[in-house]
């Protein structure tokens, strides 16, 4: 069993800057490919970005790209997701999300909700214009 817990959510200013953390359970986060995903009022939840844990390749939804980095610790058995030039239509809850498989996938399966096994349980992001 993975426990995953997120923090850093708040209210920023569009244009401002926050960073999301993910602190995981478990000896072999080394192991996990993670995700963010996020779910905005009245819409599905989507993939954000996502990092493996076999070689450190980082994944974007294009609306992110240029403006959100994913990173991880696994000192710390954490992951981040810092974003810069924050935008309203960023406003979501924010998930993290594990696979804790340490086997070999191909990045594509990474957006999918799917892929992963456990979630954490959410911290908002609201961005005023």
């Known amino acids: 069993q993975v426990q995953l817990v997120e923090s850093g959510g708040g209210l920023v200013q569009a244009g401002g800057s926050l960073r999301l953390s993910c602190a995981a359970s478990g000896r072999t986060f080394s192991s996990y490919t993670m995700g963010w995903f996020r779910q905005a009022p009245g819409k599905e939840r989507e993939f954000v970005a996502a990092?493996?844990?076999?070689?450190?390749?980082?994944y974007y939804t294009d609306s992110v790209k240029g403006r959100f980095t994913i990173s991880r610790d696994n000192a710390k058995n954490t992951v981040y997701l810092q974003m810069n030039s924050l935008k309203p239509e960023d406003t979501a809850v924010y998930y993290c999300a594990a696979n804790p498989s340490g086997l070999y996938y191909s990045g594509r399966y990474y957006v999918t909700e799917d892929f992963y096994d456990y979630w954490g349980q959410g911290t908002q992001v609201t961005v005023s214009s």
């Open positions: 990092i493996s844990w076999n070689n450190g390749n980082t």
